[in-house]
Nanobody, 124 residues
Framework: QVQLVESGGGLVQAGDSLRLSCTASDHTFSRYAIGWFRQAPGEEREFVGT????????YYADSVKGRFTISRENVKNTAYLQMNNLKPEDTAIYSC?????????????????WGPGTQVAVLP
């Protein structure tokens, strides 16, 4: 089964940008829609956004709309989460997940494959 690994997290100041990557272990990556989720300490996992298998369509949570952008390069088996104008409330562990099928999925249980996550911390 495909394995996903996130990278690009770090410690930044409010207003800064970060780009996270989600890299898959093999070319089956191109079959899957990719979702990004985040989980802050003591909180439930929260949907951030998702992109269809071909990159044609994206859907975002209201909390990040206009600041975050998801894209993908199937030839590189990689999806990206570009995060601009970061806020302290964006601090969390960010994970990518893959699923087959069409449409947009916003619930964690709808995804089959998960990466371990990468930490993003935003200072005031």
């Amino acid at each position: 089964q495909v394995q996903l690994v996130e990278s690009g997290g770090g410690l930044v100041q409010a207003g800064d940008s970060l780009r996270l990557s989600c890299t898959a272990s093999d070319h089956t990556f191109s079959r899957y829609a990719i979702g990004w989720f985040r989980q802050a300490p003591g909180e439930e996992r929260e949907f951030v956004g998702t992109i269809t298998w071909n990159g044609a369509n994206t859907y975002y949570a209201d909390s990040v709309k206009g600041r975050f952008t998801i894209s993908r390069e199937n030839v590189k088996n990689t999806a990206y989460l570009q995060m601009n104008n970061l806020k302290p409330e964006d601090t969390a562990i960010y994970s990518c997940a893959g699923r087959g099928g069409g449409g947009f999925a916003v619930r964690p249980y709808e995804y089959d494959y998960w990466g371990p996550g990468t930490q993003v911390a935003v200072l005031p």
